[in-house]
């Protein structure tokens, strides 16, 4: 940083999150000066379209088409990434790094993959990264985990970190409208991209956990290691069957020490009304964070969008600037890519309760032979709901909830159910997921 608390800044990609960024750095720089002590200056704009840019009020003689013009200059001292994907987005990060510049980056993509390469790259250089944009986007959890949480050994992190996948399931859940039509609103509003898949495949998700969680335990995670499920399958069957019982669903992105290991997934889950996620709708995220000595905390805030996302990447900048980033970056010890690699579960070890939906005839000892199946794998069934048959033929719901068991059995059990005669079509499993019980000293 220059001696005179002036940070200058090169963006790298000025598309919606780009441009919020550079909308803050130009509108609020006094207010940022007043509240940091810093003078942050835009120095150069990257990108090969400049609407956006020019739409915001950049100045027209920062453009720029080549990356090497920002990292040339002396007075760049941060490089923000906001191009995304992991390919030039991983080479600007690797060239920006060599460059000895700092790099703040929204991009959970790139470090869910590379994240353990690009920090040990960073150090190499004696510079560092930061990313608090890359997860639940102006909500603050990254410097939650390096900062106000420090003091604790997390136990668990349970996040609804997708605001497409919340919405799109509120909508569902409120308007009892199938998946396809909500998406399609969903676009037509541009509420949702439209190539939704990395949202409602649960792999946006499962990028934000691999980051959240490799700091909230300091144990390198496989991302190739975490279960994943999206939204894209879901009937609305389901969610009305599972309000019936006083459940709510939500794509949740999970975190949690399990015996002596972690068991790390993203699903569809069951959420009892009661629930202090269950609450959560709409574009919304939140996450849930149990420490052994706070307890239970709670962030909640927006996910996504132009200026929430930039509210974090600015922050960064400042942090950067004011030596906090660069501080924790150089001597936290919870940093992946100085940590062991983290024992994960596979997801059959998971312990859990399950909503399961069959599809039966409507005949004489269909339960007995299902509960049987049930009670031969050691599974205790909680609740069954049964409603009289209403289509002449395709087969009757039967929809039952178990106790805590182990997936595994589950599995088991359903491969058996599903190849009985009575049973018409196979299973479907939600898992329910219970409010975690904090263990306080
Ligand atoms: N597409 C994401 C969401 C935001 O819908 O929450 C960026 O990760």
Known sequence: MASDNTVGVALIGCGTVGSGVARLLIND????????????????????????????????????KDIDDALKDPRTHVVVELVGGTT???????????????????????????????????????????????????????????????????????????????????????????????????????????DPTLDVSGEDSAHKLAILAGLAFGRRIDYGAIHVEGIDTLDIADIRYGAEL???????????????????????????????????????NAVSIFGHAVGHTLFYGRGAGSMPTASAVVSDILSVGLGAATAQFARLGLWPDRAEPARQLPI?????????????????????????????????????????PDDGGAGVPVVITTAATLEGNIRAACREIDALPVVTAPTVVVRIVEEHQEKLP
Request: glycine share 10%; aromatic share 6%; with cysteine.
């Open 29 to 64: 720089h006094d207010l940022l000066a007043s509240r940091s002590g810093l003078d942050v200056r835009l120095r150069h704009v990257v990108d090969v379209d400049f609407t956006r840019a020019r739409q915001v009020g950049v100045d027209e003689g920062l453009f720029r």
């Open 88 to 194: 030039l987005a991983r080479t600007f990060v690797q060239r920006a790094l060599a460059a000895r510049k700092h790099v703040v980056t929204a991009n959970k993509a790139l470090l869910a993959h590379h994240g353990a390469e690009l920090w040990a790259m960073a150090r190499a250089h004696g510079v560092c990264i930061a990313f608090e944009a890359s997860c639940v986007g102006g909500v603050p959890v990254i410097g939650a985990l390096l900062g106000g949480l420090l003091a604790n050994e997390i136990d668990a992190l349970y996040g609804i970190v997708n605001g497409t996948c919340n919405y799109i399931l509120s909508a569902m859940a409120g308007r009892g409208a199938a998946y396809a039509d909500v998406l399609a609103q969903a676009q037509a509003d541009g509420l949702a991209e439209a």
């Open 246 to 284: 006083g459940y709510t669903v939500k794509l949740l992105a999970i975190a949690r020490r399990q015996d002596d290991g972690l068991s790390l997934r993203v699903h569809p889950a069951f959420l009892h009304d009661t629930h202090p996620l269950a609450g959560v709708n709409g574009p919304f």
């Open 348 to 388: 059959d070890q998971l312990r859990g309760r399950y909503y399961l939906r069959l599809t039966c005839q409507d005949s004489p000892g269909v339960l007995a032979a299902v509960t049987d199946v049930f009670g031969r794998h050691r599974i205790s069934l909680s609740g069954v709901l049964q409603h009289e």
